[in-house]
């Protein structure tokens, strides 16, 4: 089944800094790449997302990329403000078979002012 | 909050009880998804439903039953709490992409419930 690494587990940054967090995926079948951000005590809400026939999508200071053949992927987030502090979860979904998204285990991201 | 609850928010039990979750959605999503969320596990699939009485098992279902009798409730159910399901549950539903893209749905999420079993 699929598997989707993530790393790293803690980035601390300062404000104004950029974080990248990084994820890789197991099953080339996967064709659709969610990125959800949660603050403490509350949802998972989606952030951004790619689909697997684009390398690249960018929203205001957030961006995510797509390595299809490395299957690799990754957010970009710059201009860090303190309010980006949160757990950032990458996942991987195969368009079939009950649409499952099986997530990365989490990136706690700290933004010191 | 999209139209979608669960319901208890927070519970304490003790083990070797039963504890039901309810998720409840107003919006007549097809798909529905049950996770439990640990520390350095991220978010993991227990069972999810494709319809009514349409269920399936996720990657941690051990322990873990489900029913779906009617499209707008998805339920959990522990029927013996161990102490290693104390974790937050999470339900979600799947819905079309707010970012726009085009033939794909997120997952959006209840606002989670804390479970502990001691």
């Known amino acids: 089944g699929e598997n989707v690494e993530q790393h790293p587990s803690t980035l601390s940054v300062q404000e104004g800094d950029s974080a990248v967090i990084k994820c890789t995926y197991s099953?080339?079948?996967?064709?659709?790449f969610p990125w959800y951000k949660q603050e403490l005590g509350k949802r998972p809400q989606l952030i951004i997302d790619i689909r697997s026939n684009v390398g690249e999508k960018k929203d205001q200071r957030i961006a995510v990329t797509l390595n299809k053949t490395a299957k690799h992927f990754s957010l970009h987030i710059t201009e860090t403000q303190p309010e980006d502090s949160a757990v950032y979860f990458c996942?991987?979904?195969?368009?079939?078979?009950?649409?499952?998204?099986?997530f990365g285990a989490g990136t706690r991201l700290f933004v010191k002012a | 909050d999209a139209g979608i609850t669960q319901s208890p928010r927070h519970k304490v039990t003790e083990t070797g009880t039963p504890v039901t979750l309810r998720c409840h959605q107003t919006?007549?999503?097809?798909?529905m998804y049950w996770y439990r969320q640990d520390p350095g596990h991220g978010l993991r699939l227990i069972h999810y439903?494709?319809?009514?009485?349409?269920?399936d098992k996720g990657e941690v279902s051990d322990g873990y039953s489900v029913s779906r009798s009617k499209t707008e409730d998805f339920l959990l159910t522990l029927e013996s709490a161990t102490s290693s399901q104390t974790s937050v549950y999470f339900c979600?539903?799947?819905?079309?992409?707010?970012?726009?893209?085009?033939?794909?749905?997120?997952?959006?999420f209840g606002p989670g419930t804390r479970l502990t079993v001691l």
């Open positions: 099953d080339s079948a996967s064709n659709y």
């Open positions: 979600a539903i799947r819905k079309p992409s707010r970012n726009g893209l085009a033939g794909v749905n997120e997952q959006f």
């Open positions: 919006e007549n999503h097809r798909y």
């Open positions: 439903s494709y319809g009514v009485k349409d269920t």
């Open positions: 996942a991987a979904i195969l368009n079939t078979g009950g649409f499952k998204t099986i």
